[in-house]
Nanobody, 132 residues
Framework: QVQLVESGGGSVQAGGSLRLSCATSGLRYGSRYMGWFRQAPGKEREGIAC?????????????TYADPVKGRFTLSQDNAKNTVYLQMNSLKPEDTAMYFC????????????????????WGQGTQVTVSL
C-alpha cells in the first residue's frame, strides 16, 4: 500500500521559511515523478514543483518549478529516507495554501512537463499560512 505523509506546515510571517517533508512508503522501484502541489481557498490546485526520480536508486533527476515559486522554493529528495522535501524561502501571503505531495505511477520515459500531469498517489496535505 502506497502512503505519502506530509509534514512541516505551519504559520509564518512574510519573508520567513518553512521546510515541508513528504515521507513515502510502498512505492516500488522504478522511474516516476514526485510533485508538490498547493490549493488555496477558492482556487484550483496548482503544481508548483516536481522531480523526476528513480525510486530505490541513488539516481537523481531534473526538477521543474512553477514561475510563482522559482528562486524561492527548492525541491530535494533523500532516497535513503524515501522522503521528498520542499524548502520554501521568502514566503509571501499568496503562498498560503494547503500543500500536497504526490507521486506518479511508473513512467517509461521522462515527461516533457511534469507540473500539469496526472499523479497517481497523494498525501493528505499540510497547511501553510503566511501572514504580513
Amino acid at each position: 500500500q502506497v502512503q505519502l505523509v506530509e509534514s512541516g506546515g505551519g504559520s509564518v510571517q512574510a519573508g520567513g521559511s518553512l521546510r515541508l517533508s513528504c515521507a513515502t512508503s510502498g512505492l516500488r522501484y522504478g522511474s516516476r515523478y514526485m510533485g508538490w502541489f498547493r490549493q488555496a481557498p477558492g482556487k484550483e490546485r496548482e503544481g508548483i514543483a516536481c522531480l523526476y526520480t528513480v525510486v530505490g536508486s541513488t539516481v537523481g533527476g531534473s526538477t521543474t518549478y512553477a514561475d510563482p515559486v522559482k528562486g524561492r522554493f527548492t525541491l530535494s529528495q533523500d532516497n535513503a529516507k524515501n522522503t521528498v522535501y520542499l524548502q520554501m524561502n521568502s514566503l509571501k501571503p499568496e503562498d498560503t495554501a494547503m500543500y500536497f505531495c504526490a507521486a506518479s505511477g511508473i513512467v517509461a520515459s521522462p515527461w516533457s512537463s511534469c507540473l500539469g500531469r496526472s499523479y497517481n498517489f497523494w498525501g493528505q496535505g499540510t497547511q501553510v499560512t503566511v501572514s504580513l
